[in-house]
C-alpha cells in the first residue's frame, strides 16, 4: 500500500506544473551516519536473546524534482528525491563463535517524498525546512550461520526488507548564477526508520530498529 501512495504522490508531483510557479531539479551529494540497533534470538539457551548496535558511515547521491509555488510571505515546494545506488553498511563475521552469524548488509534505492516550506532573507538566501516520508531497500546477502546445535543451523542466502521512515531537515538555499545552476543548499536530515523484522528458517527471530542522519549540499536548476 505504502509503495501505492508513493507511486500517486509521484504522479500528481509530476503533472503539477499548472499549479507551481517553478520546476526545481537537482543533484544531491550527501554524508550519512546509518545506525541501527536489534535483538537477534539465537540458540543459548541460557541468554537466548542478543541485544546488538553498530553504525556505518558513508557518502551517498541522490537526484531530486521539485514543484514551487511562490505565496503571501513564504514558498512551498513539493518534491521527490531518490537514491538509485546501493551501499554496503556493515559486513558481519560469525566467526566460530556457537550461533554466530555472518551476513553482508546493504541498503539503497531510497525514495522520499516531501514538503518543503521556505523563507526568503536578503541577498539570495533562503532558509528551508523539510518534511517527508521515505522508502528504503535492505538486502542482506551471503548469509552463513553458526549453530551450538547439530542441524539447526539457517539455511537461508538471501532476504530483501523494505524499510520506511519519516523524515526532518533543516538548510539553507543560495541563489547563484553558475553555468546551468540557478541555486545551491545545505542541509541536515534525520530519518528515523520503523522497525523490521526477519524470521530465519530455523525460526530465530531478527529485529533492528534502524535511523539516518545525514549532511547534503545539493546544486539545481529552476525551470
Known sequence: MKK?????????LL???AFADSTNIGAKLSYGDFDASGTETQNLTSDPNINSSGNAKFPFASIFLEREKELTNLNVAVGLDFIPLT??????TGG???DGTGAKVEVG???TLYVQPSKELS????VFGKLGYSRMSVDITDIKRQASTAGTASTDK???KDLDGVMVGLGIEKSVSAGPFDFIRL?????DYDTISHTNSNSKKLTADADLTAISLSIGKKF
Open 187 to 191: 542541509e541536515a536530515s534525520y530519518t
Open 96 to 98: 566460530g563463535a556457537a
Open 15 to 17: 503533472a503539477g506544473g
Open 4 to 12: 501505492i501512495i508513493l507511486a500517486i504522490s509521484g504522479l500528481v
Open 158 to 160: 538471501a532476504t530483501s
Open 109 to 111: 534505492n531510497q525514495i
Open 123 to 126: 541577498n539570495g538566501l533562503k
Open 87 to 92: 551501499a554496503e553498511i556493515d559486513s558481519l
